[in-house]
Protein backbone atom coordinates (compact mmCIF):
# COMPACT_ATOMS: atom_id res chain seq x y z
CA UNK A 1 0.00 0.00 0.00
CA UNK A 2 0.79 3.50 0.08
CA UNK A 3 3.21 5.00 2.15
CA UNK A 4 3.69 9.14 3.27
CA UNK A 5 6.59 10.19 4.53
CA UNK A 6 6.54 14.19 5.94
CA UNK A 7 9.32 16.26 7.35
CA UNK A 8 9.87 18.34 9.34
CA UNK A 9 7.84 16.99 12.26
CA UNK A 10 8.24 20.85 13.63
CA UNK A 11 8.84 23.89 11.79
CA UNK A 12 9.63 27.34 13.37
CA UNK A 13 9.68 30.74 11.41
CA UNK A 14 9.94 34.13 11.58
CA UNK A 15 6.78 35.88 11.05
CA UNK A 16 7.29 37.32 7.30
CA UNK A 17 9.62 34.34 6.16
CA UNK A 18 8.69 31.46 4.08
CA UNK A 19 8.08 28.00 5.10
CA UNK A 20 8.59 24.56 3.03
CA UNK A 21 7.11 21.31 4.26
CA UNK A 22 8.23 18.53 2.16
CA UNK A 23 6.53 14.87 1.65
CA UNK A 24 7.25 11.50 -0.39
CA UNK A 25 5.34 8.81 -1.83
CA UNK A 26 5.79 5.39 -2.59
CA UNK A 27 2.92 4.45 -5.12
CA UNK A 28 3.54 5.36 -8.39
CA UNK A 29 -0.21 4.95 -9.02
CA UNK A 30 -1.12 8.28 -6.82
CA UNK A 31 -2.06 10.92 -8.45
CA UNK A 32 -3.67 13.02 -6.00
CA UNK A 33 -1.87 14.95 -3.32
CA UNK A 34 -3.98 17.69 -0.93
CA UNK A 35 -2.39 19.27 1.89
CA UNK A 36 -4.76 20.22 5.08
CA UNK A 37 -4.36 22.42 8.05
CA UNK A 38 -5.62 21.68 11.13
CA UNK A 39 -5.57 23.70 13.99
CA UNK A 40 -5.81 22.33 17.67
CA UNK A 41 -9.37 20.71 18.37
CA UNK A 42 -10.31 21.67 15.15
CA UNK A 43 -11.10 19.44 12.06
CA UNK A 44 -8.53 19.00 9.10
CA UNK A 45 -9.38 22.23 6.46
CA UNK A 46 -7.90 21.64 2.91
CA UNK A 47 -5.24 24.20 1.59
CA UNK A 48 -4.14 23.52 -1.44
CA UNK A 49 -4.16 20.45 -3.74
CA UNK A 50 -2.62 19.49 -6.80
CA UNK A 51 -3.13 16.46 -9.11
CA UNK A 52 -0.64 14.15 -10.80
CA UNK A 53 -0.89 16.37 -14.50
CA UNK A 54 0.14 19.40 -13.29
CA UNK A 55 4.00 20.13 -11.88
CA UNK A 56 2.88 23.89 -9.73
CA UNK A 57 -0.09 25.25 -8.08
CA UNK A 58 -0.42 28.38 -6.79
CA UNK A 59 -3.20 30.02 -4.22
CA UNK A 60 -2.33 33.47 -2.79
CA UNK A 61 0.63 32.73 -0.48
CA UNK A 62 0.68 28.74 -0.45
CA UNK A 63 2.12 27.17 -3.42
CA UNK A 64 2.44 23.23 -3.89
CA UNK A 65 4.78 21.49 -6.42
CA UNK A 66 5.11 18.02 -7.53
CA UNK A 67 7.67 16.18 -8.62
CA UNK A 68 6.42 12.79 -10.21
CA UNK A 69 9.48 10.78 -11.46
CA UNK A 70 10.88 11.45 -7.58
CA UNK A 71 7.55 10.40 -5.76
CA UNK A 72 7.67 14.03 -3.80
CA UNK A 73 5.90 16.82 -3.38
CA UNK A 74 5.86 20.16 -0.64
CA UNK A 75 4.12 22.72 0.50
CA UNK A 76 5.71 26.31 -0.05
CA UNK A 77 3.75 29.19 2.55
CA UNK A 78 5.04 32.62 1.74
CA UNK A 79 5.00 36.07 4.08
CA UNK A 80 4.36 33.34 7.22
CA UNK A 81 1.60 35.40 9.51
CA UNK A 82 0.79 34.25 13.27
CA UNK A 83 -2.77 32.63 12.40
CA UNK A 84 -0.96 30.11 9.73
CA UNK A 85 0.68 28.45 13.09
CA UNK A 86 -1.05 25.32 12.58
CA UNK A 87 -0.24 21.28 11.98
CA UNK A 88 -0.34 20.74 8.14
CA UNK A 89 -0.71 17.20 6.62
CA UNK A 90 0.69 16.26 3.10
CA UNK A 91 -1.45 13.57 1.93
CA UNK A 92 -1.60 10.98 -1.01
CA UNK A 93 -4.37 9.17 -2.88
CA UNK A 94 -5.85 7.73 -6.24
CA UNK A 95 -8.91 8.97 -8.05
CA UNK A 96 -10.58 8.15 -11.24
CA UNK A 97 -14.06 7.74 -12.68
CA UNK A 98 -15.58 5.74 -9.62
CA UNK A 99 -14.37 7.94 -6.92
CA UNK A 100 -11.38 8.38 -4.97
CA UNK A 101 -10.05 6.12 -2.45
CA UNK A 102 -9.11 6.44 0.95
CA UNK A 103 -6.46 9.46 1.73
CA UNK A 104 -2.81 7.94 3.07
CA UNK A 105 -1.56 10.68 5.39
CA UNK A 106 1.72 12.34 6.53
CA UNK A 107 2.62 12.55 10.48
CA UNK A 108 1.93 16.60 9.98
CA UNK A 109 4.45 19.05 10.62
CA UNK A 110 3.65 21.51 13.82
CA UNK A 111 4.44 24.90 12.21
CA UNK A 112 5.41 27.83 14.31
CA UNK A 113 5.10 31.22 13.58
CA UNK A 114 7.68 33.17 15.79
CA UNK A 115 6.35 36.93 16.06
CA UNK B 1 -24.25 25.12 3.28
CA UNK B 2 -24.09 22.66 6.24
CA UNK B 3 -20.99 20.52 6.62
CA UNK B 4 -20.38 17.26 7.88
CA UNK B 5 -21.41 16.73 11.41
CA UNK B 6 -20.61 14.10 13.51
CA UNK B 7 -21.87 12.65 16.77
CA UNK B 8 -21.62 12.36 19.71
CA UNK B 9 -18.39 15.13 19.88
CA UNK B 10 -17.17 13.35 22.95
CA UNK B 11 -17.71 9.70 24.26
CA UNK B 12 -16.07 8.19 27.29
CA UNK B 13 -16.44 4.69 27.42
CA UNK B 14 -15.25 1.31 29.98
CA UNK B 15 -13.09 -1.09 28.09
CA UNK B 16 -15.11 -3.85 26.81
CA UNK B 17 -18.04 -1.82 26.04
CA UNK B 18 -19.42 -1.42 22.45
CA UNK B 19 -19.68 2.33 21.30
CA UNK B 20 -21.31 3.72 17.95
CA UNK B 21 -20.39 6.64 16.30
CA UNK B 22 -22.80 8.57 13.86
CA UNK B 23 -21.84 11.00 11.06
CA UNK B 24 -24.00 12.80 8.66
CA UNK B 25 -22.30 13.76 5.14
CA UNK B 26 -22.56 16.68 2.92
CA UNK B 27 -25.96 16.76 1.46
CA UNK B 28 -25.70 15.49 -1.62
CA UNK B 29 -22.11 13.61 -1.30
CA UNK B 30 -22.01 9.97 -2.31
CA UNK B 31 -18.50 9.30 -1.21
CA UNK B 32 -17.84 8.39 2.63
CA UNK B 33 -15.01 8.23 4.75
CA UNK B 34 -13.88 7.10 8.18
CA UNK B 35 -10.43 8.03 9.52
CA UNK B 36 -9.12 7.57 13.10
CA UNK B 37 -6.26 10.36 14.33
CA UNK B 38 -4.27 9.21 17.67
CA UNK B 39 -2.98 11.88 20.06
CA UNK B 40 0.22 13.57 18.21
CA UNK B 41 -0.28 10.88 14.81
CA UNK B 42 -1.60 11.32 11.45
CA UNK B 43 -4.76 10.14 10.24
CA UNK B 44 -5.44 6.73 9.51
CA UNK B 45 -7.82 5.52 7.16
CA UNK B 46 -10.16 2.86 8.14
CA UNK B 47 -12.79 2.81 5.49
CA UNK B 48 -14.18 4.00 2.36
CA UNK B 49 -17.89 3.93 1.02
CA UNK B 50 -19.04 4.97 -2.50
CA UNK B 51 -22.39 4.91 -3.45
CA UNK B 52 -23.81 1.43 -3.39
CA UNK B 53 -20.80 -0.57 -3.95
CA UNK B 54 -18.97 -2.62 -1.54
CA UNK B 55 -16.77 -0.14 1.23
CA UNK B 56 -13.28 -0.64 1.12
CA UNK B 57 -12.55 -1.99 4.36
CA UNK B 58 -8.81 -2.26 4.01
CA UNK B 59 -8.16 0.70 6.99
CA UNK B 60 -10.10 -1.44 9.52
CA UNK B 61 -7.80 -2.55 12.16
CA UNK B 62 -9.67 -5.28 13.37
CA UNK B 63 -12.90 -7.59 13.65
CA UNK B 64 -13.66 -5.27 16.76
CA UNK B 65 -14.29 -2.54 14.16
CA UNK B 66 -17.56 -2.29 11.31
CA UNK B 67 -19.36 0.47 9.57
CA UNK B 68 -22.48 0.61 7.89
CA UNK B 69 -24.02 3.02 5.38
CA UNK B 70 -27.82 3.04 5.31
CA UNK B 71 -29.50 4.75 2.24
CA UNK B 72 -26.29 6.36 0.96
CA UNK B 73 -26.39 9.10 3.62
CA UNK B 74 -26.06 8.63 7.09
CA UNK B 75 -22.80 6.37 8.41
CA UNK B 76 -22.40 4.43 12.12
CA UNK B 77 -18.93 3.10 12.74
CA UNK B 78 -19.34 0.40 15.24
CA UNK B 79 -16.28 -0.42 17.55
CA UNK B 80 -17.30 -3.93 19.62
CA UNK B 81 -15.61 -4.49 23.06
CA UNK B 82 -13.52 -1.64 22.87
CA UNK B 83 -9.98 -1.32 24.24
CA UNK B 84 -7.68 1.59 25.90
CA UNK B 85 -5.58 1.81 22.52
CA UNK B 86 -8.81 2.37 20.27
CA UNK B 87 -9.29 6.04 22.11
CA UNK B 88 -8.56 8.40 19.54
CA UNK B 89 -10.67 11.14 17.77
CA UNK B 90 -12.70 9.66 15.05
CA UNK B 91 -12.93 11.60 11.61
CA UNK B 92 -15.54 11.63 9.04
CA UNK B 93 -15.26 12.78 5.19
CA UNK B 94 -17.20 12.80 2.35
CA UNK B 95 -16.63 13.86 -0.91
CA UNK B 96 -19.51 14.79 -3.80
CA UNK B 97 -19.71 12.82 -7.09
CA UNK B 98 -18.53 14.36 -10.44
CA UNK B 99 -16.30 17.36 -10.79
CA UNK B 100 -14.28 17.44 -7.66
CA UNK B 101 -15.07 13.80 -6.27
CA UNK B 102 -11.34 13.59 -4.92
CA UNK B 103 -11.76 16.71 -2.36
CA UNK B 104 -12.63 15.21 0.97
CA UNK B 105 -14.60 17.56 3.65
CA UNK B 106 -13.69 16.72 7.07
CA UNK B 107 -16.88 16.75 10.02
CA UNK B 108 -15.61 17.75 13.11
CA UNK B 109 -14.90 14.12 14.96
CA UNK B 110 -15.66 12.52 17.87
CA UNK B 111 -13.44 11.89 20.93
CA UNK B 112 -13.52 8.74 21.80
CA UNK B 113 -12.26 7.49 25.38
CA UNK B 114 -11.64 4.07 26.46
CA UNK B 115 -11.38 4.20 30.41
Known amino acids: GENVEQHPSTLSVQEGDSAVIKCTYSDSASNYFPWYKQELGKRPQLIIDIRSNVGEKKDQRIAVTLNKTAKHFSLHITETQPEDSAVYFCAASKFGGGGADGLTFGKGTHLIIQP | GAGVSQSPSNKVTEKGKDVELRCDPISGHTALYWYRQSLGQGLEFLIYFQGNSAPDKSGLPSDRFSAERTGGSVSTLTIQRTQQEDSAVYLC?????????????FGPGTRLLVL
Open chain 2, 93 to 105: ASSPPGQGRETQY
